[in-house]
């Protein structure tokens, strides 16, 4: 299966102080890749890494057979990769169709809409609603469909059941699971680790700003030892 997104030797951080150390990993075409971070060292500096809005930063990203070097982010974005933060996600002042309208330019807009309130039909039920009213479900799931309506080839997503209410995660990682057959690969960074592995494709386990474990999600999860150490749990 063909990689779209190759990381070699990443380090980067803040000021003086280095949080990727060397990070290797790589994500395949149409595959949902769980990255967990368990004491959430390193996450959001991972995907900022990725977007090109890292302050500094060495190693080599390649997407999509591209080496992106110092690539401005917004070039990144056309180039296809998507991208949901964990806050800040939607423009609350607006509508949800018009949180839709600013991503996508006017030839393209009308049939990605129509697609995206298919994939996600709770959004064409508030599709007039202002995006700061919805529950964090339908906020959410806004938050996709904007990263989606450019059609990328990569969507990373900054923990995005982080400030989900608990009964409605199952929801939010199946429409993750979902994403593949849109042909975007996904890069899932997420502190439910267990929960994203049983979605998953692959996985890797970060510490210290490193892979200190890698292979398929299934692998990972029945790996009493790692769940134990890594990921706050085991099945005993």
């Given at each position: 299966?063909?990689?779209?997104?190759?990381?070699?030797?990443?380090?980067?951080?803040?000021?003086?102080?280095?949080?990727?150390?060397?990070?290797?990993?790589e994500d395949r075409a149409q595959e949902i890749l769980m990255i967990a971070v368990p004491n959430g060292s390193g996450k959001s500096t991972m995907a900022k890494a990725i977007l090109g809005i890292l302050p500094r930063s060495s190693g080599r990203i390649v997407f999509d057979g591209q080496d992106l070097g110092r690539m401005p982010s917004e070039q990144r974005v056309r180039r296809g990769i998507g991208y949901v933060p964990q806050v800040a996600n939607v423009f609350p002042s607006?509508?949800?169709?018009?949180?839709?309208?600013?991503?996508?330019?006017?030839?393209?807009?009308?049939?990605?809409i129509k697609d995206m309130f298919e994939t996600f039909p709770a959004l064409l039920e508030?599709?007039?609603?202002?995006?700061?009213?919805?529950?964090?479900?339908e906020r959410q799931q806004l938050a996709f469909a904007r990263a989606l309506m450019t059609r990328p080839k990569l969507i990373v997503l900054d923990e995005p059941t982080a400030n989900i209410s608990p009964k409605i995660v199952t929801q939010v990682f199946q429409h993750i699971r979902r994403m593949p057959d849109l042909g975007t690969?996904?890069?899932l960074i997420e502190q439910r680790a267990r929960e994203a592995l049983a979605i998953a494709d692959r996985g890797y386990i970060l510490a210290g700003g490193k892979v200190v474990a890698n292979g398929r999600a299934a692998d990972l999860a029945a790996d009493d030892t790692l769940a134990k150490r890594f990921l706050g749990q085991g099945r005993g």
């Open positions: 299966m063909t990689n779209v997104l190759q990381i070699a030797g990443l380090r980067g951080g803040y000021s003086e102080v280095d949080i990727l150390n060397g990070l290797e990993l607006l509508t949800v169709t018009e949180n839709l309208q600013v991503v996508e330019p006017v030839p393209e807009r009308r049939a990605q508030r599709r007039n609603q202002r995006a700061g009213s919805l529950s964090g479900g690969a996904v890069l």
